[in-house]
């Protein structure tokens, strides 16, 4: 239950395999091995203990790659950080993570330059750059020139901790969520069998590899010893290419690159049929963009709904058609179920928050029990989404509590709004939040990013939503049209800034 003795143990049975491919490099798994080797070691010389924190602050690029299974090896916990955080931001994630070592690059030096004498445990040596020497730093080459021996062994059991992960702050504050070795050992197998990930298999990402999303593909492609093919960042005539290039077999993306995808002028399905798989997490795609996928590339989609705290449900692409709008069931060894308010259990229909338990769930939020208190109940996590099952068992998503519109009394969900103006040909994409509304306390907002600029006019896309919702309350009373949406590193809307810019002077939604 040690992970990194999966890249171990590969080097030494399938050396010559292609691990990974990233730019104009390509790694079998005997070399793959051996630079990790030279990571690893470094990191222990350098006085860093089984248990202590490594943080990074980098785009993605093989040196992340090789920080997460080097500090595997050598008992560090790995704190990847999103290279869009601000001095501010960084500081307090450092200093909460109490981080002994910091990997980062040209690119992101002015960030911690900015907040580098508030961290006295990132002193002199302590601070890696990948990318070239600069006064004060250590350069990534001589600081990993080293031997190629297996590191010292600290005797890292499963229930030590591997990484913490931060949450992106979408709803508040980011919290340090813990993840053991047994907890990404589970990743490992259950993603591996759910996606039917295999030693043969190629697996593309191309977005950010510091979001927890990122490990569901990644982790059970390294487990199996199979070929991990990872881009710089999201670039959709990249991915059709390596798609056709690699004959890539499995790729998991957040919505909004899916239907980048499927937009580009260049997608052909033709040129795509070695995929096995295309799984959508991060935030729902809408049943008009899998209609359009599921007709284009037949027989491969996958949705994953969860959080990094440790609870999820998987839609099979054998039952993508069958049971379309549904986010699947919990993966073997996990519960779910849906609580009412009065705490009783919902039954099929019955909309209520989803909470759920199995093998990914975090033993805690790091330094803060009293937040895991709140979270996981009676060893139960308590997602803050709501949602119903059918007779069946599978989960449909409503939406999140705190994103719930109360408009007079009457609950409106902004997923229901969305998925009407998601059909209108002009757009690509929408968030639906509520707005200050005087005499309904708050009133729904549609805003959206257009295929076209000037391809429809607020007014005109207004009436047209208005006319096709199913009931009159969910009605917007505007709508705003944006060059493009506030994202985290993930890819994911940040619908919380859209909204607050509206709440500003008004009291606080809660």
Known sequence: ???????????????????????????????????????????????????????????????????????????????????????????????????????????????????????????????????????????????????????????VGPDDVYNVMYTSGTTGMPKGIVHTHRIRANYCTLMASSFRIAPESVVLHTGSIVFNGAFVTLLPCFYMGATYILHPQFDVDALIDTVEREKVTHMMMVPSQI????????????????????????????????????????????????????????????????????VGIPPVFSEMRIELEDGSVGGPGEVGEIVGRGPLLMPGYFKRPDLTAQAVVNGWLKTGD??????????????????????????????????????????????????????????????VVLREPDAISADELKEWINARVSARYQRVSGVEILEAFPRNAAGKILKRELRDRHWQGHATKI
């Open 1 to 155: 239950m040690h992970i990194a003795h999966l890249i171990t143990r590969h080097a030494r049975y399938r050396p010559d395999h292609t691990a990974v491919i990233f730019g104009g490099e390509r790694l079998d798994y005997r070399s793959f091995n051996a630079r990790v080797n030279r990571l690893a070691n470094a990191i222990q010389q350098r006085g860093v203990g089984k248990g202590q924190a490594v943080a990074t602050l980098l785009p993605n690029c093989l040196e992340l790659l090789e920080v997460y299974w080097a500090a595997a090896k050598a008992g560090a916990v790995v704190v990847p950080l999103s290279p869009m955080l601000l001095g501010p931001g960084l500081a307090s994630l450092l200093a909460d993570a109490d981080a002994t070592l910091l990997f980062t690059c040209n690119a992101l030096r002015p960030v911690v330059d900015d907040v580098r004498a508030s961290l006295p445990r990132l002193g002199d040596g302590r601070i890696v750059l990948t990318d070239g020497p600069a006064t004060g730093y250590v350069d990534y080459a001589s600081f990993t020139d080293m031997h190629e021996r297996e590191p010292v062994d600290v005797a």
């Open 259 to 326: 239907v980048a995808m499927m937009d580009s002028p260049r997608f052909r399905p033709e040129a795509m049929q070695s995929l096995q798989m295309i799984l959508s997490l991060g935030a729902p795609l809408h049943n008009e963009h899998k209609d359009r996928l599921n007709k284009a590339l037949p027989g491969r989609f996958h949705e994953l709904y969860g959080l990094t705290e440790g609870f999820v449900t998987i839609l099979d692409r054998d039952d993508a058609v069958r049971k379309q709008g549904s």
């Open 386 to 447: 709501l949602g119903y099952v059918d007779a069946d068992g599978y989960l449909y998503l409503v939406d999140r509590k705190k994103e719930m519109i109360d408009s007079g009394g009457v609950k409106i969900y902004p997923r229901d709004v969305e998925d009407v103006v998601v059909r209108h040909p002009a757009v690509q994409e929408a968030a639906v939040f509520g707005i200050p509304h005087e005499k309904w306390g708050e009133t729904p907002l549609a805003a």
